[in-house]
């Protein structure tokens, strides 16, 4: 079993930053894979990001790639999202998610947060 909670979201101009937080607890947390899904209003949930259980691969969408990061660090049970250059089109729902191996599709991820609010005004 694995518990996640994210934190962090927020109000942004365009052009601007902010960086989600997501712990994820339990016995054999360190050993799944995390990632970021964002969903928003009148939209299915899609992909944001990835990241492995070593912290070492990731993988990004096209639509965030160059512009968001995702890292991790075990010691602290956390997964961050550093979100630059931010555009209205980023406001969603943001969801951190763990799963068994590394994948794309929501049905991959196990554990779900409960979502964190990013809206990007223009």
């Known amino acids: 079993q694995v518990t996640v909670v994210e934190s962090g979201g927020g109000l942004v101009h365009a052009g601007g930053s902010l960086r989600l937080s997501c712990t994820a607890s339990?016995?054999?947390?360190?050993?799944?894979?995390m990632g970021w899904f964002r969903q928003a209003p009148g939209k299915e949930r899609e992909f944001v990001c990835e990241?492995?259980?070593?912290?070492?691969?990731?993988f990004y969408a096209d639509s965030v790639k160059g512009r968001f990061t995702i890292s991790r660090d075990n010691a602290k049970d956390t997964v961050y999202l550093q979100m630059n250059s931010l555009k209205p089109e980023d406001t969603a729902i943001y969801y951190c998610a763990a799963s068994r191996v590394m994948g794309v599709d929501t049905i991959e991820y196990e554990y779900w947060g409960q979502g964190t609010q990013v809206t990007v005004s223009s």
């Open positions: 339990g016995r054999t947390a360190k050993t799944h894979a």
């Open positions: 990241i492995g259980a070593g912290g070492i691969m990731t």
